[in-house]
């Protein structure tokens, strides 16, 4: 029998074993577990991958096997969404469970050297980690942070007991030591990060992507023979730009700035995706290997649509928007014996439910003086029928506002409103706000009552509002030029 072979008939068996099980329990959801013994969390997420960028999600230029076993062994969700269409707006929601407005850090789309200064994640605030911790979890963040620099904020100083990554919001795929950050300066001082081991700079050889694969294998065999419950939050920074596959060391030393509009393509882009699908398959034999897998939960998601040669399809827009193609996202869960295998769920979800899931899971909750915003999805993991959501979003202080509530997504962008029927218009092409002007007008004054209960939004330096800026379309500047443009193929307006 072929290594091949063997590997069909364990999964055939895995499945058979714990489909059972899994439709035994459908519908409890996780609470019942709590008792139990406490399951590990590795959750896995990407840097702007887009929807149909992996296999089992559409993509048909590659393959992304080891993404696709979790699907066939979990749960897939078909409807879930990010916070933001950008990076740490989403990172600040899934870390406290709640809608990224309510936090100073939250306001800024992304977090960058424009923000004010002393920004970031308070340490006061509960987060996944610490209320983990509290519960006698082991907490590791490898990758990317990106809620606020040192020395006021960084991972150790909420909940996560060991950190190895980079602070910031990017660094280039070979070059993330101290030279990193004296080349890739301009027009910024900072932009990019060198990796850090807890909160002191090191500088290690390599790919990054596997840099932060090698060392979720080595965090998880340290928890399995500590035999303590632990989160691994593991942050790729992959395959946000720049755009390097794991063969392009000669392309990291030619370019001069991180922000290249020259470097890419499609081959360059499946190079970096499957190799982070490669990693995540290392860090899933290390569970197996170790014994962990069968009370392991492991997420697989991103943290918002995906950029300039990712595959959105079947949705229009991408990151930086509103359209779906901006905020839909892969999102996959497996666990064993919990979650029945080749499960499809079209849920509507968003990045913030991960929170006050995993904390149900573990047998604990959000802490009362912070409530979560988000939704525990253990009932639906578990076979519970899906029900509607209404789920809010704003961005760049005022150009772009959407809400979704049932099957109907209220959007203003780039000074144009929608109503759209997000199920059977997936490719937001139909207004129907003249048609369904009550709904439109409903959906409108209560997306108006949602944003006053969140802080107020933040206007973009003047000097940066320019059109083509490439910095300006990555880094907060409210320009509705670069928003546009994607649009002259989207919705009619």
Same mark, same amino acid.
């Given at each position: 029998?072929? !290594?091949? #072979?063997?590997? &069909?008939?364990?999964?055939?068996? $895995?499945? +058979? *074993?714990?489909?059972? @099980?899994?439709?035994?329990? /459908?519908?409890?959801?996780?609470?019942?577990?709590?008792?139990?013994?406490?399951?590990?969390?590795?959750?896995?997420?990407?840097?702007?991958?887009?929807?149909?960028?992996?296999?089992?999600?559409?993509?048909?230029?590659?393959?992304?096997? !080891?993404? #696709?076993?979790? &699907?066939?062994?979990?749960?897939? $969700?078909? +409807? *879930?969404?990010?916070? @933001?269409?950008?990076?740490? /707006?989403?990172?600040?929601?899934?870390?406290?469970?709640?809608?990224?407005?309510?936090?100073?850090?939250?306001?800024?789309?992304?977090?960058?050297?424009?923000?004010?200064?002393?920004?970031?994640?308070?340490?006061?605030?509960?987060?996944?980690?610490?209320?983990?911790?509290?519960?006698?979890?082991?907490?590791?963040?490898?990758?990317?942070?990106?809620?606020?620099?040192?020395?006021?904020?960084?991972?150790?100083?909420?909940?996560?007991?060991?950190?190895?990554?980079?602070?910031?919001?990017?660094?280039?795929?070979?070059?993330?030591?101290?030279?990193?950050?004296?080349?890739?300066?301009?027009?910024?001082?900072?932009?990019?990060?060198?990796?850090?081991?807890?909160?002191?700079?090191?500088?290690?050889?390599?790919?990054?992507?596997?840099?932060?694969?090698?060392?979720?294998?080595?965090?998880?065999?340290?928890?399995?023979?500590?035999?303590?419950?632990?989160?691994?939050?593991?942050?790729?920074?992959?395959?946000?730009?720049?755009?390097?596959?794991?063969?392009?060391?000669?392309?990291?030393?030619?370019?001069?700035?991180?922000?290249?509009?020259?470097?890419?393509?499609?081959?360059?882009?499946?190079?970096?995706?499957?190799?982070?699908?490669?990693?995540?398959?290392?860090?899933?034999?290390?569970?197996?290997?170790?014994?962990?897998?069968?009370?392991?939960?492991?997420?697989?998601?991103?943290?918002?649509?995906?950029?300039?040669?990712?595959?959105?399809?079947?949705?229009?827009?991408?990151?930086?928007?509103?359209?779906?193609?901006?905020?839909?996202?892969?999102?996959?869960?497996?666990?064993?014996?919990?979650?029945?295998?080749?499960?499809?769920?079209?849920?509507?979800?968003?990045?913030?439910?991960?929170?006050?899931?995993?904390?149900?899971?573990?047998?604990?909750?959000?802490?009362?003086?912070?409530?979560?915003?988000?939704?525990?999805?253990?009932?639906?993991?578990?076979?519970?029928?899906?029900?509607?959501?209404?789920?809010?979003?704003?961005?760049?202080?005022?150009?772009?506002?959407?809400?979704?509530?049932?099957?109907?997504?209220?959007?203003?962008?780039?000074?144009?409103?929608?109503?759209?029927?997000?199920?059977?218009?997936?490719?937001?092409?139909?207004?129907?706000?003249?048609?369904?002007?009550?709904?439109?007008?409903?959906?409108?004054?209560?997306?108006?009552?949602?944003?006053?209960?969140?802080?107020?939004?933040?206007?973009?330096?003047?000097?940066?509002?320019?059109?083509?800026?490439?910095?300006?379309?990555?880094?907060?500047?409210?320009?509705?030029?670069?928003?546009?443009?994607?649009?002259?193929?989207?919705?009619?307006?």
């Amino acid at each position: 029998m072929t !290594h091949n #072979d063997q590997h &069909a008939v364990s999964r055939r068996r $895995f499945v +058979q *074993a714990t489909a059972a @099980s899994s439709l035994a329990l /459908a519908g409890t959801g996780f609470a019942s577990f709590a008792q139990e013994v406490k399951p590990n969390i590795v959750f896995i997420l990407a840097d702007d991958l887009g929807y149909a960028d992996v296999s089992c999600y559409g993509q048909r230029d590659y393959t992304t096997p !080891h993404i #696709d076993r979790l &699907a066939i062994e979990g749960l897939k $969700f078909t +409807q *879930a969404y990010s916070n @933001s269409p950008d990076c740490s /707006a989403t990172r600040t929601a899934l870390i406290t469970g709640r809608y990224q407005a309510r936090l100073p850090v939250g306001v800024e789309e992304p977090l960058s050297p424009l923000s004010p200064k002393g920004l970031g994640l308070p340490p006061s605030h509960p987060t996944l980690p610490s209320l983990l911790k509290k519960v006698g979890y082991g907490t590791t963040l490898v990758g990317k942070w990106h809620l606020g620099e040192l020395p006021d904020f960084s991972p150790l100083k909420s909940g996560y007991d060991q950190f190895f990554g980079i602070l910031g919001c990017c660094a280039d795929y070979f070059n993330h030591g101290a030279e990193a950050a004296r080349t890739y300066v301009l027009p910024f001082p900072g932009l990019a990060h060198q990796l850090h081991e807890q909160e002191v700079p090191v500088e290690r050889h390599g790919y990054m992507t596997n840099l932060l694969g090698e060392r979720a294998v080595q965090t998880v065999e340290g928890y399995a023979r500590s035999r303590q419950p632990f989160l691994l939050s593991l942050h790729f920074t992959a395959p946000h730009w720049p755009w390097e596959g794991p063969d392009d060391e000669a392309e990291s030393k030619r370019i001069r700035s991180l922000f290249h509009r020259d470097g890419g393509s499609q081959k360059t882009y499946a190079a970096m995706v499957q190799n982070l699908d490669a990693n995540i398959g290392r860090v899933l034999q290390a569970l197996d290997a170790s014994g962990l897998a069968s009370n392991t939960i492991v997420v697989f998601t991103s943290d918002n649509g995906g950029e300039r040669f990712s595959h959105n399809w079947p949705f229009t827009g991408m990151k930086q928007e509103l359209l779906e193609g901006g905020i839909r996202i892969p999102a996959i869960v497996r666990w064993p014996g919990r979650i029945a295998p080749g499960t499809v769920s079209e849920q509507v979800m968003i990045t913030m439910d991960w929170m006050p899931t995993l904390l149900a899971a573990a047998g604990t909750s959000p802490d009362p003086a912070y409530p979560s915003d988000g939704e525990d999805l253990g009932p639906i993991m578990t076979g519970r029928a899906p029900h509607p959501r209404k789920l809010y979003w704003r961005y760049k202080a005022g150009s772009q506002r959407a809400i979704r509530d049932g099957d109907r997504k209220y959007l203003q962008i780039a000074g144009n409103e929608f109503l759209f029927d997000v199920v059977t218009d997936l490719r937001e092409r139909a207004n129907l706000k003249d048609r369904e002007k009550d709904v439109f007008e409903r959906l409108k004054s209560d997306w108006e009552a949602w944003a006053a209960t969140m802080l107020p939004e933040r206007s973009r330096p003047a000097p940066y509002n320019h059109p083509g800026n490439f910095l300006a379309d990555h880094y907060g500047v409210t320009n509705p030029a670069p928003v546009a443009a994607p649009l002259a193929s989207g919705p009619a307006r």
